[in-house]
């Protein structure tokens, strides 16, 4: 079975889809996986072509036959949603799939329907196969949709006798964070030495312990507050929690974000020597997982 590392952050803005793709950059053709879906942007680094795409329903929504309905509101009365108008009309962009309506129905005029929420896709890129995805504006089940991807990139691993899969994993604690770090091999934490990056990477850190999935991290722009990054230190310590690397300051991130390339393509300056160092240790330790 492939090995699947998940990069994740806790909260948006800490840089971790410049370190992801950066690690992509530096890695021997690893399937990528782009696991932010209700805001992907990795594709922006990577420009994937895309060979495949396959429609993702998300939760299933009500829907009404009028030719059936015998007009007892029973839907009506029971909907907390609003979904159905006082004239009996069901709208779907309001329904959010308790299926009570169905239930309550004595004519069996409603019933639930699958509804397209997304797409997933599979793509090559000049660093190798990516699957990425697209969650419709407002649509739930985005962390069905995580573990899509995860098996879409799993069976493209399998297929083409890939060992590693490098995942983009999306930021916070919730339930799609939860479907890209369930099973992986190990998680890299992007810590950023600001008060609500430490906060919310170590409420990260407990997720993925819950879940025993062993972890590295790594500190990113860690001169812009070193008495916090003192901080983050001594915290991994505490928690053996191994610190693979430092990554101070440099424009040169922004600039290579604007070209649409990795880091380590723009420039090979100081941010690229730490962020090849970082890789080297990850490496070092999937190998020894």
Same mark, same amino acid.
């Given at each position: 079975m492939p090995r699947e590392m998940?990069?994740?952050?806790?909260?948006? /803005?800490?840089?971790?889809?410049?370190?992801?793709?950066s690690l992509v950059a530096l890695a021997e053709d690893p399937v990528i996986a782009d696991a932010d879906v209700d805001a992907a942007d990795m594709h922006i680094l990577l420009q994937p072509e895309?060979?495949?795409?396959?429609?993702?329903? /998300?939760?299933?929504?009500?829907?009404?036959?009028?030719?059936?309905?015998?007009?007892?509101?029973l839907c009506l009365d029971n909907c907390r949603f609003g979904a159905i108008d006082?004239?009996?009309?069901l709208h779907q962009d309001r329904c959010e799939g308790c299926a009570v309506c169905e239930l309550v129905c004595p004519a069996g005029a409603i019933t639930m329907v699958e509804k397209n929420a997304g797409e997933a896709y599979v793509s090559d890129t000049r660093f190798g196969p990516m699957v990425h995805a697209k969650l419709h504006a407002g649509e739930e089940a985005s962390g069905k949709l995580v573990a899509l991807v995860r098996q879409?990139?799993?069976?493209?691993?399998?297929?083409?006798?890939?060992?590693?899969?490098?995942?983009? /994993?999306?930021?916070?604690? /919730?339930?799609?964070?939860?479907?890209?770090?369930t099973g992986a091999d190990m998680v890299l934490v992007v810590f950023e030495p600001t008060l609500s990056g430490i906060h919310d990477a170590k409420r990260i850190i407990e997720v993925a312990r819950h879940f025993k999935v062993p972890i590295l991290a790594c500190i990113n722009?860690?001169?812009?507050?070193?008495?916090?990054t003192?901080?983050?230190?001594?915290?991994?310590?505490?928690?053996?929690?191994?610190v693979v690397g430092r990554i101070a300051y440099d424009d040169s991130a922004t600039r290579a974000m604007v070209a649409g390339i990795t880091v380590p393509e723009y420039s090979n300056?100081?941010?690229?020597?730490?962020?090849?160092?970082?890789w080297e240790k990850v490496r070092e330790a999937l190998d020894g997982h």
């Open positions: 998940t990069i994740i952050s806790g909260k948006g /803005g800490c840089g971790k889809t410049t370190i992801a793709a895309v060979r495949r795409t396959e429609e993702f329903s /998300g939760l299933d929504v009500a829907r009404k036959d009028d030719a059936k309905c015998t007009e007892c509101r006082a004239d009996l009309t879409r990139a799993r069976e493209v691993a399998e297929a083409s006798k890939k060992d590693l899969i490098i995942i983009d /994993g999306p930021p916070g604690t /919730g339930c799609t964070v939860i479907a890209a770090i722009k860690h001169d812009i507050n070193e008495q916090n003192d901080q983050i230190m001594r915290f991994c310590d505490s928690e053996g929690i191994s300056g100081m941010i690229s020597e730490s962020l090849q160092n970082i």
